[in-house]
């Protein structure tokens, strides 16, 4: 069974740092697209960067600059390099993987306090 799985959320001061992870199991990890999406209360789901499977990526506007994208296809995981957080990046931040079918991992908090 394809499974993601995020860690690396919690709660951290305005201009701080926060690294997530995410580990997949069950899929040829290598031939996925891969991204990182997030939803604040309130607020539709927004996509927040993107990695192609050989390491192209994208990212939404409001985190250029902050926010970088990786991945390690040894390892099956994902991560968000979150840099210089400010309090209206706090939301659910959720993995997503997809090749034929579309796959999300249940999500981890972060809160950007001011």
């Known amino acids: 069974q394809v499974q993601l799985v995020e860690s690396g959320g919690g709660l951290v001061q305005a201009g701080g740092s926060l690294r997530l992870f995410c580990a997949a199991s069950g899929l040829i990890f290598s031939i996925f697209a891969m991204g990182w999406f997030r939803q604040a209360p309130g607020k539709q789901r927004e996509l927040v960067a993107t990695?192609?499977?050989?390491?192209?990526?994208n990212y939404t506007d409001s985190v250029k600059g902050r926010f970088t994208i990786s991945r390690d296809n040894a390892k099956n995981t994902v991560y968000l390099q979150m840099n210089s957080l400010k309090p209206e990046d706090t939301a659910v931040y959720y993995c997503?993987?997809?090749?034929?079918?579309?796959?999300w991992g249940q999500g981890t908090q972060v809160t950007v306090s001011s």
């Open positions: 997503k993987g997809w090749f034929i079918n579309t796959y």
């Open positions: 990695i192609s499977r050989v390491g192209n990526t």
